[in-house]
């Protein structure tokens, strides 16, 4: 085998063959799916099955959107599911409407329902969130049970109505799994766009993607609506399959089942949901023998779940594809040849950054007090001081993962001082974090796209994914690491993850870049790198704030520094007077 055959270039990656060739397999074989289920004679019974695994598993891309891509937790789906199954089973009994207006309408009510769910509640982490949707599951549980003139109770709905295109269960059934099929494709690529983007860093590390641009709030509300949707979906075509719909089939014990296969075939793809989909409806058919022995079914059918999920934590699909991606390592990628051009926006103003007495509490300590600092355009400047003297703080409350105490920041002119992390990102700002922070389940290429994202990154137009993946390749080829591009954050060495954070920064093309420590857990010679590297990045007249322990280098690189002991500012100035003053030497050194 020849060696080009295992190294991408850039045009290979950023400007691949259209969606529609390189899929053309797929589409083939849904069509194909399509017609089996279409034209095969099936009895009632495995057209049942094939009718109920084909409409839940809609609801159960729904969970891999949310779960899988966002990592919000949702245990209402069920709920959703029945907003579905209701309007289409009442629509088209009681009101007598066109079976598509009930559709589209459970839909949109079961979206609706989501974004206002997660509006009121995605603020909220992990545990909240999900007592808040079973809490919203019981409701709506509650409602389905008792408002008998509106839902009919317990009884439920019968007689619910089809297209009258689908009317015979053969056809309905083909254009249930047409469905799927669609809906299937969106989500399986849904990872690959911006917003798919967005969601997995969301799941990775929420305070780095709100620092690399990320509307954190809003993107979960994407995620959950499109659950609750995809949860509608399916529960208007399972309507309309069945016929009869009644309350117990949209419990809470049903959004669990609905969770279970989404864990148990993988909830990161759609693959998975559709194995899990299938195997928990299969499971019970195939242990039916079993019935006659009461419990020894319940048992066997737990512990098989059990057991899958115990020795498969991602899945029945994440296992697999996990052993498909040792057997092929990723390729190699030719770097760039495009030098990665730094052009940061300005205003005019001479000080990029101009802070003024800039305050931070936790309780009764003061971990910045009433600091001011200004960064001249275009300069390195270093923020220096003892262990827990408020360096890492300041750099928090600039970016806006701290809300400030008191005082105000002031960046390329813009009053940033109340903005949430992801808005002044796109007003300039770029940052790494001392403990770094990268998107973990990411390539190294995909860490460093979300950051070539940032909104308000110029040099990109919008929509424009091959300029973005050719920036990001840029970058990394400018820190070093072009070659790698393909490979896994956890691949690389520390000192690499460090360079990859610094592309990740740099992609954006920020006006002011915060280094927190860069040079902190890396030997000799990568700090002789690093080194060579911020004066490349200064060359380019990038304005750069940095926090640093390492004395040589910070009077090498800096032109201005700014000290603080104990959360207060005790120098400022040129490097080598504030270096020299008394007070400074005396914090480091503890005498005069
Ligand atoms: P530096 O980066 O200069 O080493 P930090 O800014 O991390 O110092 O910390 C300054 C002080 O603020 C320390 O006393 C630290 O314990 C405290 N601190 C930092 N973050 C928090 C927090 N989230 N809650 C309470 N105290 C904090
Ligand atoms: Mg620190």
């Known amino acids: 085998m020849s060696t080009t055959e295992n190294i991408q270039s850039v045009a290979d990656i950023a400007r691949p063959k259209p969606?529609?060739?390189?899929?053309?397999?797929?589409?083939?074989?849904?069509?194909?799916?399509?017609?089996?289920?279409?034209?095969?004679?099936?009895?009632?019974?495995?057209?049942?099955?094939?009718?109920?695994?084909?409409?839940?598993?809609?609801?159960?891309?729904?969970?891999?959107?949310?779960?899988?891509?966002?990592?919000?937790?949702?245990?209402?789906?069920?709920?959703?599911?029945?907003?579905?199954?209701?309007?289409?089973?009442?629509?088209?009994?009681?009101?007598?409407?066109?079976?598509?207006?009930?559709?589209?309408?459970?839909?949109a009510m079961a979206l609706a329902a989501g974004a206002l769910l997660g509006l009121s509640t995605l603020r909220l982490g992990g545990h909240y969130l999900a007592m808040v949707t079973i809490s919203f599951q019981q409701i709506i549980t509650l409602i389905m049970i008792n408002a008998i003139w509106l839902t009919k109770g317990p009884d439920g709905v019968s007689k619910i109505g089809r297209p009258s295109i689908f009317m015979s269960s053969q056809a309905y059934l083909a254009f249930c799994v047409a469905v799927l099929a669609i809906v299937g494709y969106l989500v399986w690529h849904l990872p690959d766009t911006r917003l798919g983007r967005a969601m997995r860093a969301v799941r990775d590390n929420e305070l780095a993607a709100g620092v690399a641009g990320i509307d954190v709030f809003r993107t979960k509300i994407y995620a959950f609506a499109i659950c609750a949707l995809l949860g509608g979906l399916g529960g208007g075509l399972f309507a309309g399959g069945f016929a009869y719909i009644s309350p117990d089939q949209f419990s809470f014990a049903e959004s669990i089942v609905f969770l279970t296969m989404s864990l148990l075939g993988g909830v990161a793809s759609p693959i998975g949901s559709a194995i899990g989909t299938g195997l928990l409806i299969l499971i019970p058919e195939w242990l039916r023998f079993l019935k006659?022995?009461?419990?020894?079914?319940?048992?066997?059918?737990?512990?098989?779940?059990?057991?899958?999920?115990?020795?498969?934590?991602?899945?029945?699909?994440?296992?697999?594809?996990?052993?498909y991606d040792r057997l092929r390592p990723p390729k190699k990628v030719m770097p760039s040849t495009a030098p990665l051009v730094l052009k940061p926006a300005a205003t005019g103003d001479e000080m990029v950054l101009r802070v003024s007495s800039l305050s931070k509490h936790f309780g009764g300590l003061k971990a910045v007090d009433e600091v001011d600092i200004a960064v001249h355009r275009g300069s390195v400047h270093a923020l220096i001081g003892p262990n827990g003297s408020g360096k890492t703080t300041t750099l928090n409350v600039l970016s806006g993962l701290y809300e400030a105490t008191s005082g105000k920041v002031m960046l390329d002119g813009t009053d940033v001082t109340t903005m949430p992390p992801h808005l002044r990102t796109a007003a300039g700002l770029g940052r790494t974090f001392q403990n770094i922070r990268l998107f973990r389940s990411m390539t190294a290429l995909e860490n460093v796209i979300i950051g070539a994202e940032r909104p308000g990154n110029t040099l990109i137009g919008k929509g424009d994914h091959a300029a973005l993946t050719e920036r990001a390749l840029a970058a990394l080829t400018f820190v070093g690491l072009g070659s790698r591009a393909n490979e896994l954050i956890s691949s690389f060495s520390y000192g690499h993850q460090r360079l990859i954070e610094i592309a990740r920064a740099l992609a954006g093309n920020p006006t002011l870049l915060l280094l927190d420590e860069p040079a902190a857990g890396l030997n000799s010679s990568e700090k002789i790198e690093l080194h060579e590297l911020l004066k490349r990045i200064a060359a380019q007249g990038l304005t750069i704030l940095i926090i640093d322990h390492d004395m040589t280098l910070v009077s090498e690189a800096a032109q201005h520094i700014t000290v603080l002991n104990f959360g207060r500012r005790i120098a400022d100035g040129e490097s080598m007077a504030v270096l020299r003053h008394p007070d400074v030497v005396s914090a480091y050194l503890g005498t005069a």
């Not at 009461?294 to 052993?323: E, H, K, N, T």
Request: proline content about 2%; aromatic content about 16%; charged content about 5%.
């Open 19 to 107: 969606l529609l060739i390189r899929h053309a397999p797929y589409f083939i074989a849904a069509a194909i799916v399509v017609f089996l289920a279409a034209s095969m004679r099936f009895d009632g019974y495995i057209l049942n099955i094939l009718m109920q695994a084909t409409t839940f598993a809609i609801a159960v891309f729904g969970l891999s959107v949310v779960l899988g891509l966002c990592g919000q937790i949702n245990l209402a789906q069920a709920a959703f599911f029945g907003f579905g199954a209701y309007a289409v089973g009442l629509g088209t009994t009681d009101y007598q409407l066109n079976y598509w207006l009930c559709l589209f309408g459970g839909c």
């Open 292 to 323: 006659s022995v009461p419990g020894l079914y319940l048992a066997i059918y737990g512990l098989s779940v059990i057991l899958i999920i115990r020795f498969m934590p991602d899945g029945i699909w994440g296992w697999v594809s996990m052993a």
